[in-house]
T-cell receptor
Framework: RKEVEQDPGPFNVPEGATVAFNCTYS??????FFWYRQDCRKEPKLLMS???SGNEDGRFTAQLNRASQYISLLIRDSKLSDSATYLC?????????????FGKGTLLTVNP | EPEVTQTPSHQVTQMGQEVILRCVPI?????FYWYRQILGQKVEFLVS????????KSEIFDDQFSVERPDGSNFTLKIRSTKLEDSAMYFC????????????????FGPGTRLTVT
């Protein structure tokens, strides 16, 4: 099983649509969870951290289910500017070095 | 807003040559990282660095790779003898890491150096 596995995509949605991304991780001792976005040939940019209680930032909602080792990201009322690759990222257990493990990403294209 | 910077943005080198990729982390950050991304593949961890020493490295980070913080601001990645398969985007990241400070866990990435080995 891959360490971090995401929907392969790509997703093509119209403006205003709601889109959900799913992610699973294999290491049950993982400590922290994040969603990053990456535009073509650019660096990953932190979108939001993911907490067990679930968290929301405007149109974005992230959920974490530790028992199922499952993370999700929901984007409501999608905009053209949301077009990017969405990366599910997990921080491993142990130590203080905070190594991040990335999923391969899911490409989202929002169409006018 | 403080940001991580990297130079050069693009480096072309011949196989067997040495390259040094440079990064300036965010000024009050304590933890530094290098990642790489081969075109079309996922971002992969290379090495983490804290208190002037390597704290963890991946199996990719073999004897051909080294890191250094030569002064109070720069953080460098050296590849001694480049191979074709070293062609990738190399990202530097930094993290504040101060206990008790909100946001100390998040890593912030620089814009990357695209390394092309011919």
């Amino acid at each position: 099983r891959k360490e971090v596995e995401q929907d392969p995509g790509p997703f093509n949605v119209p403006e205003g649509a709601t889109v959900a991304f799913n992610c699973t991780y294999s290491n049950s001792a993982s400590q922290s969870f994040f969603w990053y976005r990456q535009d073509c040939r650019k660096e990953p940019k932190l979108l939001m951290s993911v907490y067990s209680s679930g968290n929301e930032d405007g149109r974005f909602t992230a959920q974490l289910n530790r028992a199922s080792q499952y993370i999700s990201l929901l984007i409501r009322d999608s905009k053209l500017s949301d077009s990017a690759t969405y990366l599910c990222v997990v921080r491993g257990s142990g130590g203080s070095n905070y190594k991040l493990t990335f999923g391969k990403g899911t490409l989202l294209t929002v169409n006018p | 807003e403080p940001e991580v910077t990297q130079t050069p943005s693009h480096q072309v080198t011949q196989m067997g040559q040495e390259v040094i990729l440079r990064c300036v982390p965010i000024s009050n950050h304590l933890y530094f990282y290098w990642y790489r991304q081969i075109l079309g593949q996922k971002v992969e961890f290379l090495v983490s660095f804290y208190n002037n020493e390597i704290s963890e490295k991946s199996e990719i980070f073999d004897d051909q790779f080294s890191v250094e913080r030569p002064d109070g601001s720069n953080f460098t990645l050296k590849i001694r003898s480049t191979k074709l398969e070293d062609s990738a985007m190399y990202f530097c990241a930094s993290r504040a890491g101060r206990h008790g400070l909100a946001g100390g866990g998040e890593q912030y990435f620089g814009p990357g150096t695209r390394l092309t080995v011919t």
